[in-house]
């Protein structure tokens, strides 16, 4: 049964008949194949099957091409991935190696600005080596201590630490940073 909206659009573009099917894959609708028609007719059942199967078709063509655009988008990672062992095997320029990781994030991960920090364990900080992202935006400390900030809370328990908004975080040094520099 339609709605009175979708009559009203109907009418207005002056169809008579509309058969639709929905674009489904694995119970997930990824759209719809409609069939409009200027005069009045009556839609078969042979007719809705075949609707339905040009539906079946069109959704599976879809799903085909997103699951293709996935798998590429892993193997350009996977080489890039590989491209980065060869250079850390090879490479005797630990900032090279540290500039390349940080741009590689930056693209795999589709992160606006990325930052490679290295710790002296004697003085319990974290040394920034490296970065990649925006030029022009406000300066960060050379150094962080452990524990203090995400960065350096990270370091002292040794584990990941995932912030959705870093504005919004206590003790986050990046906040005010994030603030001034709009990101």
């Known amino acids: 049964e339609l709605d009175t909206v979708r009559r009203r659009h109907i009418a207005r573009e002056g169809f008579k008949a509309v058969a639709a099917a929905p674009l489904t894959v694995k119970g997930v609708v990824h759209g719809a194949l409609a069939v409009n028609q200027w005069t009045a007719r009556t839609f078969t059942d042979e007719e809705m099957a075949l609707l339905a199967l ?20 892993r193997g350009d990672r996977l080489r890039e991935l590989a491209q980065l062992e060869q250079m850390v095997a090879a490479s005797l320029d630990p900032d090279g190696v540290l500039r390349a990781i940080a741009a590689a994030a930056a693209r795999l991960l589709g992160a606006d600005i990325v930052q490679v ?67």
Do not use: C, M
Not at 54 to 73: D, F, G, I
């Open 54 to 73: 040009l539906a079946e078709q069109a959704a599976l063509a879809l799903e085909n091409a997103r699951l293709y655009a996935e798998a590429r988008r």
């Open 117 to 183: 920090w290295t710790a002296d364990d004697a003085t319990r900080l974290l040394h920034l080596r490296a970065s990649s992202g925006s030029t022009g935006l406000p300066s960060v400390p050379e150094t962080i201590p452990f524990g203090e900030g995400i960065t350096g809370r990270t370091a002292l328990q040794k584990n990941a630490i995932y912030v959705a908004d870093v504005t919004r975080e206590p003790g986050a040094f990046s906040a005010e940073w994030a603030r001034r520099s709009g990101i």
